[in-house]
């Protein structure tokens, strides 16, 4: 019933933009901080951007910081995560995430794969 689905990723030069979409169902959203996670071949997960249950905070990684922005919608039960000036080493497979305020529950995605290359 819980469900997490990723949309709009693909193949993008260098220097280009890219927005990913999840869209989140089976779970109140609006109790739920959402993620951004990304995991790179041969790299561990990592977090990329957070964003609190109200979307009142974000908190992001010092690599994307400055290029990325979070945002989320409670009334569609979604979050995006705008991509600009896509480097090449920010090729991964991203996960959206939703964690529970009291820590309780985690759910996940099933990933969507970001390129960067010309």
């Known amino acids: 019933q819980v469900q997490l689905v990723e949309s709009g990723g693909g193949l993008v030069q260098p220097g280009g933009s890219l927005r990913l979409s999840c869209a989140a169902s089976?779970?109140?959203?609006?109790?739920?901080?959402m993620n951004w996670y990304r995991q790179a071949p041969g790299k561990e997960r990592e977090l990329v951007a957070r964003?609190?249950?109200?979307?009142?905070?974000?908190h992001y990684a010092d690599s994307v910081k400055g290029r990325f922005t979070i945002s989320r919608d409670n009334a569609k039960n979604t979050i995006y995560l705008q991509m600009n000036s896509l480097k090449p080493e920010d090729t991964a497979v991203y996960y959206c995430?939703?964690?529970?305020?009291?820590?309780?529950?985690?759910?996940w995605g099933p990933g969507t794969q970001v390129t960067v290359s010309s």
């Open positions: 995430n939703a964690q529970r305020v009291d820590w309780a529950f985690t759910f």
């Open positions: 089976g779970f109140t959203f609006s109790s739920y901080a």
């Open positions: 964003i609190t249950s109200t979307g009142s905070t974000t």
